[in-house]
């Protein structure tokens, strides 16, 4: 299976909720993005953690990674409609000193009015 | 400051006919990749470019495709007699460095259909 592995394949929920997604790889990695993907258009970059972090803020969201579980989670606070898109986990494999990214298959997140 | 852009948006072609889908990277930024996306499915890298140069191909199939990134102009990715199989979106990338720390910044993709 692919590095980069993500669950839930799917999520819905209410507006006002927290969502959590979870990432999953397999090798050594430099760094973990996340982006996000809005239906049928590119991609957005979201957050950056670097391997030696091990969490991180940005506004409503939060990173969590674990390199020895070689695991990574998302987590958005106080979701709004507006956040309903695909969610990708990205990562660079250590060796590896481009952009040259693996990603995960994406958590499909809808956020109900 | 534009972004990437990609064009076609859209492209149709019927199998066998050649696919030539252009990335413009935002300015000031000389790195180029190129992703594809299946159905579903997270994002695959065929190949990354700096202007002239292929750097990284790998992920690129052998027959049929190709990439370029000339000194003036888009990169270009170029996929030759085209199958039902090549039907995906291709997305291109740049960043301004070709750091793995940084992020890239993504293009709205060209989704090739093959009849």
């Known amino acids: 299976s692919q590095q980069g592995e993500e669950d839930p394949q799917a999520l819905s929920i209410q507006e006002g909720e927290n969502a959590t997604m979870n990432c999953s790889y397999k090798t050594s990695i430099n760094n973990l993005q996340w982006y996000r993907q809005n239906s049928g258009r590119g991609l957005v970059h979201l957050i950056l953690i670097r391997s030696n972090e091990r969490e991180k803020h940005s506004g409503r969201l939060r990173v969590t990674l674990d390199t020895s579980k070689k695991s990574s989670s998302l987590l958005i606070t106080a979701s709004r409609a507006a956040d309903t898109a695909s969610y990708f986990c990205a990562t660079d494999a250590s060796g590896t000193s481009y952009g040259k990214l693996t990603f995960g298959q994406g958590t499909i997140l809808t956020v109900h009015p | 400051n534009a972004g990437v852009m990609q064009n076609p948006r859209h492209l149709v072609r019927r199998r066998g006919q050649e696919a030539r889908l252009r990335c413009s990277p935002m300015k000031g930024h000389s790195h180029v990749y190129w992703y594809r996306q299946l159905p579903e499915e997270g994002l695959k890298f065929m190949v990354y470019l700096q202007k002239e140069n292929i750097i990284d191909e790998s992920g690129m199939p052998k027959e049929r495709f190709s990439a370029e990134f000339p000194k003036e102009g888009p990169s270009i990715l170029r996929i030759q007699q085209v199958v039902r199989g090549d039907s995906a979106a291709y997305f291109c990338?740049?960043?301004?460095?070709?750091?793995?720390?940084?992020?890239?910044?993504f293009g709205s993709g060209t989704q090739l259909s093959v009849l």
């Open positions: 990338a740049s960043s301004p460095n070709g750091q793995g720390s940084e992020k890239l910044f």
